[in-house]
Structures are given as C-alpha cells and as structure tokens.
C-alpha cells in the first residue's frame, strides 16, 4: 500500500513535471512567436491547447500546479524545507508563498482553458485583484503580496548565484544540472521583480488592477528590451528543462514529525 507521504511525493514530482512544460513552452514561444508572447499567460496555454492531446495535458497541469502549490505553502505553514523561524528563514518561506499564490493562479488559468472551447478571457489575475481592491485593506494586501514576489525574487537571483539549490537534489542527477538551474533561476528573479513591481503598483501606488501582470504577461513586457529579453526567454527555457529534472531528483521532504526533514546533499 502505498502510504500518504509516498502520494505526496508523487504529486509534487507531477508538479514539477508540470512546471517544466509551462516554463519550456513560455521560454519557446518567447523566442519563436512574439505575437503569442504578446497574449500574456493566454498566449501559453493557447499553445498547449494546440498539442496533440492538449486537453489531457491541460488537465495534467491543473493537477500537478496544484499540487506544487500545496507543496510550497507547505512552507510557510509547517517549515517542510527547514529554513527556520528568524528573519532570513521567513523571507524564504514568504517567498514561498508567494510563488503558490503565483502557481495556483496558473492553475486556474490552465482550468479554464482545459474546461471551455475558447480558453480564458485573459483578465483573470486583473479581475481577481480588482476583486481584493473592492475590500477594506485590499491594497495593503496585494502590497504585502508585491513584497513576498520581491522576496522570491531575491531568493531566486541568490539561488542563481550561489548554487544551494543543489542541496536539495540527489546527487545522480546529471552534470549539467547546475548550469541549467542558475540560468533558469536568474531568468524567474526578473519575472518574479516584474511581477512583484506590478502588485506594488496596485496595492500601494493606486494604480490599479490592470496593472497586475502574470507570469506570460512579465515576459511580454520586456519584448522590446532586446538582448534582455532573449537571455530572459532562453533562461526560462532551461528552468523547464531544469524542473524535469527536478520531476526525477528533486529530494521530497516527508510529511511525518519525525522525518520532514530531507538530507540535503552537502
């Protein structure tokens, strides 16, 4: 029988199997279609759509973003990665948040399209945070989470630097998984900026909710940033390539007391 823990590894392994697709096809059609580029995260799943059995795979991701999702705010909730409670251990699982509110929002967007003929209308992130302005304190909130894309940003851009993302990888994986692991998490620190910057805006700055920019909405906007842009796409590009191989090596913490801990490669 096959115990909760062992289920669980299973779907955060289909999550990041279902990251991988996302950010293979982002960084795709970012260096080969500008105009699809230009719809935004539609632009993605429209893409997806088009493959043989696309709706399966939409499907596939519904699932597997969802469950990565879990996995992150596992984070916050239970400390699953052991980053601790002080300052710098709470930056990381703010940033962790984040980066499930991000994730269960591609998730909704791959619902939509896998469930209606035409896809999504392409104001779901927009229409949700105009939603959240509506409310007292609404802006504080979609401030707060501007910030903890900041966080995640910064997290990134030092995992990109530093290598410790290794830490969490078994030590089959193949050679080139550091090289494709710094790119890949160098190109997600400027989409997470851009991103954080446009929840900032909306929550702090008045700027309204149109403002708000999805993960394929981030990339459309440095199109006409040039050699920024291409490094950007083709890092995104490899961070799929790199998630695959997270499907496989990636070391799940457990969910029991005594074992949430992984040992981390040194």
Known sequence: MVDKS?????????????RAILYAVLGLIALT????????TNGIF???????????????????????????????????????SDTKGWGKRIGHAGS?????????????????????????????ASGVLSFELGGVVLGILGIAFFAAAFSQGKKAVTGSFMNRI??????????????????????????????????????????????????????GDGIVFTLVAIGL????????????YRIIPDLGEDGRVPSYRA
């Open 46 to 84: 429209k893409a997806i759509e088009d493959f043989p059995a696309g709706t399966a795979i939409l499907w596939l991701m519904v699932v597997g973003l969802i469950a990565y999702a879990l996995f992150r705010f596992c984070s916050p909730l239970f400390d699953i990665e052991n980053e601790g």
């Open 170 to 223: 078994s030590a089959q994986a193949p050679d080139a998984t550091r090289m494709l692991g710094g790119a890949g998490f160098m190109a997600r620190a400027v989409v997470y900026a851009i991103i954080g910057w446009s929840l900032f805006q909306a929550g702090f700055l008045s700027a309204g909710s149109e403002q708000i920019k999805t993960l394929g909405d981030a990339v459309a906007s440095l199109a």
């Open 100 to 128: 499930a509110i991000g994730h269960l929002a591609l998730a909704y967007s791959a619902f939509k399209f896998a469930t209606t003929s035409s896809g999504g209308s392409g104001g779901g992130a927009q229409e949700a």
């Open 6 to 18: 062992e289920k669980f590894n299973w779907l955060v392994r289909v999550g990041y199997f279902s």
């Open 237 to 248: 590009l490899t961070f799929g390539l790199f998630s695959l191989i997270l499907a496989r």
């Open 33 to 40: 279609s500008v105009g699809r580029i230009s719809e935004g």
